[in-house]
């Protein structure tokens, strides 16, 4: 394996869950002043690209054109950067990236399985809890969340989620993402938190993931690395490679 | 013991758990068209007052000046109410009046149990949850608990709670009540629930009540009606008969 | 729909369940004395069988012969019952039994979402909460789930789960069921709730679910009766009737 | 402040919470092989003892004969231990000596809440949950709640919990202490919680703790090392520090 932002706080974190990783080695560590070539010099055929926004497009289609499939951790990849690497593979069928917005595996079944009870119960609510050092509300996972859910609803047609509030004058009744009520609590704590709640006639389900450290997205990074060889090709999201599509 | 609104849901509850309590009896059943003077005929030397806001007051003033010692669950006894109640128990100094707003014991201790807890935390918030017919948010509860935190923390001393929130477009960080963030969920499911959380670096502390049924309120209302009669004057909430004072 | 043991707990709530419900009917509601041939008197296509264990046998046979789809809740249906219904059904190939343990959605997702996460994460266990009346523990629903945990856990090749415990002389750490630790708590105020704690370094995932009335089996009442007859043949649980197969 | 086993786990988390904190500095750091002189020294009135339970006690003595405040962190301090104290504080009344069995504030407020409400619910059971390598369950915070709550109850004449379980095979209700239910779990992702659940007919009351890193104790130490100095003589707990006794 090649390491790309290896001393930033996700890369360094990985290049120590991969050394204890039965099976899995780093043959190359990149970081700012670093030459690519060590990648190919060194024989690693995965790259984890943990390197900033905008060096990181870059630093896949170096990996594609010289067949380092790549796992891709670095946000911000939207749909139209995701088309870009499509086309970096045009002329390299064989290499697989795999670009992963979130690598908690925690997190990435909780949206999963949030998205498969929404049409079973009439209510549902979001609350997300995070340290309060955080400057944007509701997290990027909760927005998902909540767009996951609106969208298993309408496609079971499920009718508009049951409010009789007429009466809130200070917004305790929190955001809407997409027709789904989100909260926010901020406090110190709290690294990561949401809870997915839903609700019927006399019962309660819920769904929470609690992440307190970056060691809770190892065994996700660890998982994408193990698979990205065998799936050629862009493949967005974890889903796929936990076999949960 | 002499009911006051003994039809209504809280009353006719109330009943069922005075007669089924040990020692304790009900000897008069009043409701909307009953007179007053079964309570004296009767010989309740206790009256449960459960009538409506509009009438409420003048069966307390009844009850004072027939020395019968009187809880109150009617809502609504503002300072003003409180007072009044005051001046009908000038000529009778023996005469209990204990005026509850909220029977629950869990509530109560909740509340007392925050109240106590806030200056020793960086961060708190209060999320209430409730069934979706509620059309006010956030709950009584809620704000009573807000306040008793604000309260505890400014005499204390406490700083103002840590929030870098800088991007909310939608309020997902909820209602400020005296300062303390306060969320209200409303899905079908939960009766009335509310969890009070407190953070410091690397700790979460929690105080969370649930209460699914009227029968909840049930041993607010017999300890309360055990204890007015050796509390001659005015006594507003259940602390003092709960020893929390 | 004809309802076998409609005056029952489960049965009667399920009358009122059903009348309230867009597009389906109760015809005919039988009980200990009543004739079965009402059912078919009353042109029911469906019956919703919650009679005793030692007659809802006979029921269901009843209901195949006379080409009665049937959704049965009676409890105890083991292989061996499950087998006599096939047997029933060799000359009636159109028609569906669908034989349900537990009715709720809520609980079968649960037990579901469990099974999917058990493979993910180095720790589980299970908490089981029920009301202090209750004569067995763990419930049946805590084993059924652990059990769905350790296959899918061996299935996957898991390794054990780790505990260093040594020293546990009155037994805290729990039951073990097919290897995953169950523990049953028995509380005043909890009708059936459970919770499945997964853990990792570093993060926590967790699904729980609060059940507190005969209400909350109501929507799978519902799905199972709408879904029953386009299943010929027997099938077993809720899981493929919320498309969760 | 001097630090005694300043190099050790808590010790050195100690040194660096104090260089933060306004108004307390570290002017001697003492271990294995350093001199308690350097305490007298250096000038410091006030000493945090963390060094093991074999000198901590001699420790303790020559502070208070240097005429040094000293809070005690090292475990162990049992009734023997404090009697001990006690006769080196004779010829000293000015000196206080602070002992903490747990510097953890959240955790004593779960302890002292625990015990406050337990006369007012019908159920009460103790959940601890803990990393997977501790080797002894139940945890010993979890131990002393359970005996502060029986403790609590049987001074208010409380009744037995309600409990019906006649067939439990595997022992999923746990363990038995002082009265109280106490389950523990063993899951990794977990460092130190634990959740008390109270229960009465229609509500659910608890009060949970979750300490993540050992940052969490040092408000507490904080609290102990500034108080020290006014409390002369022994005081063992830091419920007397926050107020709550």
Known sequence: MAVLGARGRMGSTSVGAI??????????????????DLIAENGAEVALVFTTPDVALDHVRWCVEHGVHVVVGTSGFDDAKVAQVREFLADAPGVGVLIVPNFSIGAVLM??????????????????????????APSGTAVRTAEMIADARAEAGSPELPDATTTDPEGARGAKIAGIPVHAVRARGFTASQEVLFGDPGEIFSIRHDSSTRESFMPGVLAALRAVADRPGVTVGLDAVLGLD
Do not use: C, N, T, Y
């Open 19 to 36: 050394e204890a990783a039965d099976g899995l080695e780093v043959v190359a560590q990149i970081d700012a002043d670093d030459s690519l």
């Open 111 to 136: 949206m999963r399985f949030a998205a498969v009870a929404a049409p079973f119960f009439e209510s549902v609510e979001v609350i997300e809890m995070h340290h309060p050092d955080k400057v944007d």
